[in-house]
């Protein structure tokens, strides 16, 4: 029953564009909140390797830092840590035992407490060098420790 003359029935609209930004915006802070977990890992199956030390063609360098991040080839120390005193002083040595880059073999024993950045100085110093034969020394874990 229609009380008001001359009115006609409106129609209602429901507004979604406010309800869509909210579930915009909803979608978005989970997508950005969210962590994704890997539960499948790469399973790799390592090589094994014999505790027999090879015969070496001849003396490798040994490059030594310790703890501070000085430099010794050979127990001779380096004057600076920088990477081209440490690249002239490994061609120094390989030019003084007559030693090829390509054949000559690379020890790099490095104190537990020495900088990370040290080491990496040392490997890139030598790859620039064309050393090729690295390896790092570590000591055998003793049994009860």
């Known amino acids: ?5 001359g009115h006609k029935e409106e129609n209602v609209e429901v507004n979604l564009t406010p309800l869509i930004d909210v579930v915009f915006l909803l979608l978005i802070f989970f997508m950005v909140s969210t962590t994704f977990d890997r539960h499948a890992k790469l399973k790799v199956s390592l090589p094994e390797a ?21 430099y010794f ?5 380096v004057i600076n840590q920088k990477l081209n005193t440490l690249k002239q002083a490994l061609r120094k040595t390989l030019a003084e035992k007559d030693i090829a880059a390509r054949d000559a073999s690379l020890v790099l024993r490095a104190d537990a407490n020495t900088p990370h950045q040290s080491v990496v100085r ?3 110093a030598a790859s620039q060098l064309g050393l090729t034969k690295l390896s790092i020394a570590t000591l ?6």
Request: cysteine-free; charged content about 30%.
């Open 73 to 77: 080839i050979n127990e001779r120390q």
């Open 140 to 145: 055998e874990k003793r049994q009860g420790r």
């Open 50 to 70: 014999s505790t027999k030390a090879t015969q070496q063609q001849s003396e490798p360098l040994v490059l030594s830092i310790d703890a501070k991040g000085n």
């Open 122 to 124: 040392a490997m890139d």
């Open 1 to 5: 029953m229609n009380l008001r003359p």
